[in-house]
């Protein structure tokens, strides 16, 4: 069946019977606008990102259940790097009209199960034809007591960069699906993110994050940032960059140079070192899509937080220190400077 055939009543009838209902929706899907409940001493904290076919999704490389995931999860993520508590979110898709059934019970099925796990309710969306291909965009609501809410922009000299879990992963993965591999450790980590929602809380609630920001451009990118907006600079060591066993093998294997659109500025930008196999550290700095947390804290706060950590069960790395001066410095595992090939994904940047 296709969605032709269904209609869009017939299909916001089908998404709507899949939602459970939530003490703090007072109307859901089906009227002009959903009514909410806030949590009486908390901020509502609000998001949205988009997800277009061709762009950022390849539906020969996913399945539908997959994408719906992610499509929740990247938001989720945004809403935990704010240390808030993911609430409500709201779903507009734009489906061509020969799109099958089975392609929307598959996105709303793994969507669904996604926002039960981390105890966000869909409350409403706008459901549209498109003539291009497949467009979604999701906004997700969270929550915060204010005093808790971190921004990016509390980073001060001498505090403590680090990050959760492993980078570069999801980047070694886009690349091997771009070379026909369809599973493992690291096509998971590009197609299937974890949002780091119980981090995010727990560092926020425990007090002891100056900023914070979700890894979803490269860790250059990202900690550009926080630096940015913080008035501050840093100096990171690569040693210290958690890299996976999955991603190190991954790379001992790939001796491949980087094409151009790999490199900052394309063309002239070639550095001598040009694959992951001769540096793992390029992939691992600019790679987009981890969706980690990367944050700041004052140098006494170290143990703190790699016991909160513990507690949740995702391991945390100390990767550098915030500088008074301007600018990014990078320490190659030998001390010297180290200059990377590339910071970075910009939508609008040199292909
Ligand atoms: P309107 O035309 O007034 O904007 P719609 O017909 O677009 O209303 O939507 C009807 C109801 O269904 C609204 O409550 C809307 O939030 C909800 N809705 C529409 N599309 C979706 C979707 N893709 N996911 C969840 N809810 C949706
Ligand atoms: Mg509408």
Avoid at 57 to 85: E, I, Q
Avoid at 185 to 194: I, Y
Avoid at 218 to 247: K, T
């Amino acid at each position: 069946m296709k969605l032709a055939e269904l209609g869009e009543f017939g299909l916001i009838d089908r998404i709507k019977a899949n939602v459970a209902a939530s003490p703090s929706v007072l109307l859901g899907i089906g009227d002009d606008a959903a009514a909410l409940s806030p949590t009486p001493g908390q901020v509502t904290l609000i998001t949205s990102d988009m997800l277009l076919e061709g762009v950022h999704f390849d539906l020969s490389f996913c399945d539908p259940h997959t994408l719906g995931r992610k499509s929740l999860s990247v938001n989720l993520s945004d809403v935990a790097a704010m240390g808030a508590r993911p609430r409500h979110f709201l779903l507009g898709v734009a489906l061509p009209k020969d799109v099958p059934l089975e392609f929307m019970d598959g996105f709303m099925a793994g969507m669904l199960e996604q926002a039960q796990r981390y105890g966000a309710t869909l409350v409403g969306g706008d459901t549209c034809a498109s003539k291009g291909g497949v467009a979604i965009s999701v906004t997700a609501l969270g929550e915060q007591r204010p005093e808790l809410v971190v921004t990016r922009s509390g980073a001060r000299p001498g505090d403590l960069v680090c990050v959760t879990g492993t980078v570069g992963d999801a980047a070694a993965g886009l690349k091997q699906l771009f070379q026909g591999v369809r599973d493992g450790f690291l096509v998971a980590r590009q197609l299937d993110p974890t949002p780091r929602v119980e981090a995010g809380v727990a560092l926020a609630e425990a007090g002891v994050v100056t900023a914070m920001i979700d890894v979803s451009d490269g860790v250059l990118q990202d900690l550009g940032h926080i630096c940015e907006m913080s008035g501050v600079g840093a100096r990171l060591e690569l040693a210290r960059l958690p890299l996976s066993e999955h991603y190190l093998a991954y790379c001992e294997g790939s001796h491949a140079p980087l094409a151009p659109w790999e490199r900052d500025g394309g063309e002239g930008a070639a550095t001598g070192k040009e694959s992951p196999g001769d540096d793992p550290f390029a992939l691992a700095l600019s790679g987009g899509e981890d969706y980690e947390l990367l944050f700041c804290i004052p140098a006494d706060k170290e143990a703190e937080v790699a016991a909160l950590c513990a507690k949740v069960d995702l391991p945390v790395s100390v990767i550098g220190a915030i500088t008074a001066e301007s600018g990014i410095q990078l320490a190659a595992p030998d001390g010297s400077p180290y200059t990377p090939p590339r910071r970075g994904f910009d939508h609008f940047g040199a292909d």
